[in-house]
C-alpha cells in the first residue's frame, strides 16, 4: 500500500469522500431493515444466522455472508448511517485493487486513470451506500480481478486464492457473479504448478467458515435451495436485449440512471448522457489496447462475459446483476486514456470528474427534496428523524407507524426500543383505535390525508430541504376517533368475514366533486378486525371490481395485500383504499362495487367466506349502485310526452329494438325515491303477451341516483313475445308500497300507466 503513487492515494480518498457525502441520504427500505435485524441478533450474540433473510429472485436463499459485514459495524453501533458508511468505506478501497490490476495490465497511468474513473463510478457509489446484498459485489470484483491479473501476470499463488476467495464471497452476494468462477477454474488447471497451496487451503477454510451455517441450514431443510438452482438452471432462456443497454448504463450513466433503470425498461434518454457515450469510447478503445496485451484478455473476459450471459436469460436484468463488471470497466476506461495525447488524457479525466462532482451534487439535491420517486423512496435522513419524533411520544400510549408499502415495518424496527408500535401500510391503510394514540405516518397519502381533514392538523412535520413535507404526527383522541366512526362519514355496510366485519365505505374522486368516467378514483372500506390472530392476515389479498348492470366489469383495483399491518389488536378499524382508473368511455349511470378477501393456498385460490348468522352465503360482498357520471355534454332528448309522480320523471320516448323496448326518461327534479319501472305489452285485444319489471337499466340505475335534467336510456328486454305485441303500457310504482304513480298526460288527464302504440 505504501508504494501507491500519489495519484492513486488521491483516487481513495476522493471515493471515501463521494461515499460518505451526505451518507444518511441513502435509500433505505424494507430490505434494508430484515438485513440489519438479523445482523443485530448476531452482534448482540443473540443468534448465528444461517442465512441473511432474504432470498434471490430464483428462489435461493442468502448465504449469511451479508449478515457477518453487517455485523462488524453494529458492534460499534446499530445507527444505519454508521453501518452504510462503514461498507462505503470498504467499497472505496476497491479503487486501489483496479489500479494495482490496471498497473500490471498497462502501467501506471493505466492504473490510476482506471481508480479515478472507479471512485467516481455512479453505480460503485450508489450501491456503496445502500445497505444490501449486492452493495459490496463491485469491491469483492476488484479484488478478484486483481487476484487473477497478478496470477496470469506474475503467477503469485496467493494473488489467485485471494482473487477466488474474493469471487466466492461475491457470488453470496449476487449469484450473477458465479460466471466467473470457471475462470479461475480454467486458469488454475492450466498454471496449477504455480497455485500457493498453503494460500489456497487458507481461503478454502475462510470459505467453509462462512459457509457452514448455510449448510447446516440446506441439509436441514432437504437442500431445498439446491433444487430450486437445478430449477432454474432448466428455466428456459429468452433473448434480452436488456443486458447491453443496462451494462452501458451501469458503466456511464449518471446518478438518476442508477435509479431509473432499478426497473430496466429500456430508455433510450441514456443516448443524452456525454458520459455514457464518452466512457463507452474509452472502454472500447481499452478493449483493443487489452487484446494486444500479453494478459489483457482478463480484463476484456472480465468485462464481456456478464454482458454476454445476460443476453439469454429467464429474468429481467436489473442492474445489480451487472455490478461486476465495474471495476473491469474502470480499468479498461484507464487503459483506454493511455492511448490518447497526454495532455488530452488529463483533460478527459477532469471532465469526467467534474462531470461527475455536478451531477451528484444534483442527485443529492434531488435526493435531500425527497423527488427521487417511489423507487428510491424515502431516504434514511427522515426515517432517522422520524424515529427520533416517535420516541419521544408517551411511552404508554398506542403509537402507529405508516410508510408506504412496507416502508412502516422500517419505522418499527428502528423503535424497537420504544416498545408498543403498529406498523401500516400508509399509502392504502389507516388503522383507528377507538383508545386514540399517535399516528407517524408519511405524508402525502391516502392516511395522512385522512388524518388531517377527518380529524386535526399534524402535532409536528418532518419535511424536506425544500419544506416538502416528508413525515408527519398525529394525536388522537377516543372522542374524534368514535365521532368519526359513528358519523356520516361512512356509508353503512353489514358484511360478516369471519375474522373481520366490513362496517362501511366511502367514495372518493381524489378531491374532485364528483365521481365521475376518466378519472383516478377510489373506493374506501371500513372494517372491524374481529379475529388479530388469524394466521392468515400476512397472505391475505383484498380484490376490487366495478362493473355495471350487464356483468361487464370496468375498472379493477390491484390486488394488493389487506393486511401489511402488525400487531392488531380486537376491534381495531381499517380504513382500506383500493384505487380504481375509470375510463373515459364509461357511460353515465349505476355501477355495482364487488370486493372479498382471498389467499394462495396449495389447492388454489382460498377466499373468506361471507356470513350471514351462521350460514355462509358466497364470498363477495356487492356495494351499490354506485352513480358514475360520463365525460362529455350531457344526453339530450325531445320533449316529453307524459310526466309521472310529483313532476318528477317525465318520459320522452319510447323505441323499439329487437325484442326489447328503449325508454328515454328525463330527471324534472332530483326524484324523491327509488322507484321499480313497469312494461306491458299488449296485443290487439288488450291481453298482456310481455312484461317486465324493474329498476332503471336492469336495475343498476335506480331513480335515486338520478341527477335534475339527466336524460336515461332505459332497455326493458321483453322476448321473442313482444312480436305478437300492438301496444304497450308503462308507468312506475314504489316497490315498498306497489303503488303505482300518477301520470299526467299532455292532454291533462292523468292515469295509472302511459299507453303507447308499438312501433
Request: proline content about 6%.
Amino acid at each position: 500500500m505504501n508504494k501507491l503513487p500519489i495519484e492513486a492515494w488521491v483516487a481513495l480518498a476522493a471515493g471515501l469522500a463521494l461515499r460518505l457525502w451526505q451518507i444518511d441520504l441513502t435509500h433505505f427500505d424494507f430490505e434494508q431493515s430484515i438485513l440489519l435485524q438479523n445482523a443485530a441478533d448476531l452482534a448482540n450474540g443473540h443468534r448465528l444466522p444461517l442465512t441473511s433473510g432474504l432470498t434471490f429472485t430464483v428462489g435461493i436463499r442468502h448465504p449469511p455472508l451479508i449478515t457477518f459485514l453487517l455485523a462488524l459495524p453494529m458492534m460499534v453501533s446499530p445507527d444505519p448511517v454508521w453501518v452504510s458508511a462503514f461498507e462505503s468505506v470498504i467499497d472505496a478501497f476497491g479503487a486501489v485493487f483496479v489500479y494495482l490490476a490496471g498497473r500490471d495490465i498497462g502501467g501506471r497511468r493505466a492504473g490510476s486513470a482506471g481508480a479515478f474513473l472507479y471512485a467516481f463510478s455512479p453505480a460503485a457509489i450508489i450501491y456503496s451506500r445502500m445497505i444490501w446484498n449486492p452493495e459490496l459485489v463491485a469491491f469483492f470484483c476488484a479484488v478478484g480481478l486483481w487476484g487473477l491479473v497478478g496470477f496470469v501476470s506474475r503467477r503469485d499463488g496467493r494473488r489467485f486464492a485471494a482473487g477466488l476467495l474474493a469471487v466466492c464471497c461475491a457470488t453470496q452476494l449476487h449469484l450473477s457473479v458465479a460466471v466467473f468462477l470457471p475462470v479461475f477454474l480454467a486458469v488454475g488447471s492450466l498454471h496449477w504448478r504455480n497455485l500457493d497451496r498453503k494460500a489456497l487451503a487458507l481461503a478454502a477454510v475462510v470459505l467453509a467458515l462462512i459457509l457452514a451455517p448455510y449448510a447446516v441450514l440446506e441439509a436441514t431443510s432437504g437442500w431445498t435451495d439446491l433444487r430450486a438452482a437445478g430449477a432454474y438452471l432448466g428455466t428456459p432462456r429468452e433473448f434480452r436485449a436488456q443486458g447491453p443497454y443496462v451494462a452501458l448504463s451501469v458503466i456511464g450513466g449518471d446518478f438518476h440512471r442508477q435509479i431509473q433503470n432499478w426497473w430496466p425498461d429500456l430508455d433510450l434518454s441514456l443516448a443524452s448522457e456525454p458520459m455514457a457515450w464518452t466512457l463507452l469510447a474509452l472502454t472500447a478503445l481499452g478493449l483493443g489496447l487489452a487484446l494486444r496485451r500479453p494478459h489483457g484478455w482478463v480484463l476484456s473476459v472480465w468485462l464481456a462475459l456478464p454482458v454476454l450471459t445476460s443476453l439469454r436469460s429467464a429474468e429481467a436484468v436489473f442492474p445489480h446483476y451487472l455490478l461486476a463488471l465495474v471495476p473491469a470497466a474502470a480499468a479498461l476506461a484507464g487503459l483506454g486514456l493511455t492511448a490518447l495525447p497526454r495532455m488530452l488524457a488529463v483533460a478527459t479525466i477532469v471532465a469526467i470528474v467534474g462531470w461527475r462532482l455536478f451531477d451528484y451534487g444534483s442527485f443529492l439535491g434531488d435526493a435531500g427534496a425527497g423527488n427521487l420517486g417511489a423507487l428510491y423512496g424515502m431516504p434514511l435522513r427522515y426515517t432517522e428523524a422520524a424515529v427520533k419524533l416517535g420516541q419521544a411520544v408517551d411511552p404508554n400510549a398506542r403509537l402507529f407507524v405508516g410508510g408506504a408499502g412496507n416502508r412502516g415495518f422500517i419505522l418499527n424496527y428502528l423503535l424497537t426500543s420504544r416498545g408498543q408500535t403498529t406498523p401500516f401500510d400508509s399509502a392504502n391503510t389507516l388503522v383507528l383505535d377507538r383508545q386514540g394514540g399517535y399516528y407517524l405516518t408519511e405524508a402525502d397519502g391516502p392516511a395522512s390525508r385522512t388524518l388531517t381533514r377527518q380529524f386535526a392538523p399534524p402535532e409536528s412535520t418532518i419535511s424536506s430541504t425544500t419544506g416538502r413535507p416528508m413525515f408527519e404526527l398525529f394525536r388522537l383522541g377516543p372522542d374524534a376517533v368514535d365521532s368519526y366512526l359513528s358519523g356520516a362519514a361512512l356509508k353503512p355496510v353489514e358484511a360478516d368475514f369471519g375474522v373481520l366485519n366490513v362496517r362501511g365505505y366511502r367514495l372518493d374522486n381524489f378531491g374532485l366533486a364528483s365521481f365521475q368516467a376518466g378519472r383516478k378514483s377510489s373506493m374506501m372500506l371500513a372494517w372491524d378486525v374481529l379475529d388479530p390472530d388469524y394466521p392468515g392476515w400476512a397472505e391475505m389479498r383484498l380484490f376490487g371490481h366495478l362493473q355495471d348492470g350487464s356483468g361487464r366489469l370496468w375498472a379493477a383495483a390491484a390486488d394488493d395485500y389487506a393486511a401489511l399491518v402488525g400487531r392488531w389488536q380486537l376491534h381495531d378499524t381499517v380504513l382500506y383504499w383500493l384505487e380504481l382508473d375509470l375510463p373515459g368511455d364509461m357511460p353515465t349511470g349505476g355501477y355495482t362495487f364487488e370486493t372479498g378477501f382471498y389467499r394462495f393456498a396449495a389447492s388454489g385460490i382460498e377466499h373468506l367466506p361471507l356470513f350471514q348468522g351462521r350460514n355462509s352465503i358466497g364470498s363477495t360482498l356487492r356495494i351499490g349502485p354506485l352513480k358514475i357520471g360520463a365525460v362529455g355534454p350531457p344526453q339530450t332528448a325531445g320533449p316529453d310526452i307524459a310526466v309521472f309522480g310529483s313532476q318528477e320523471v317525465g318520459i320522452a320516448d319510447v323505441n323499439r329494438i329487437g325484442d326489447a323496448v328503449e325508454l328515454t326518461w328525463r330527471a324534472l327534479v332530483k326524484p324523491f325515491r327509488s322507484y321499480t319501472v313497469f312494461v306491458h305489452a299488449l296485443d290487439t285485444q288488450g291481453n298482456i303477451v310481455a312484461q317486465h319489471d324493474s329498476p332503471p337499466m336492469n336495475g343498476s340505475y335506480p331513480t335515486a341516483l338520478w341527477d335534475l335534467d339527466e336524460i336515461v336510456r332505459d332497455v326493458h328486454p321483453l322476448g321473442s313475445d313482444l312480436r305478437l305485441a300492438s301496444s304497450l303500457e308503462i308507468g312506475l310504482y314504489d316497490s315498498q308500497s306497489l303503488q303505482r304513480q300518477v301520470v299526467h298526460m299532455p292532454d291533462g288527464s292523468t292515469s295509472d300507466h302511459f299507453s303507447v302504440a308499438l312501433r
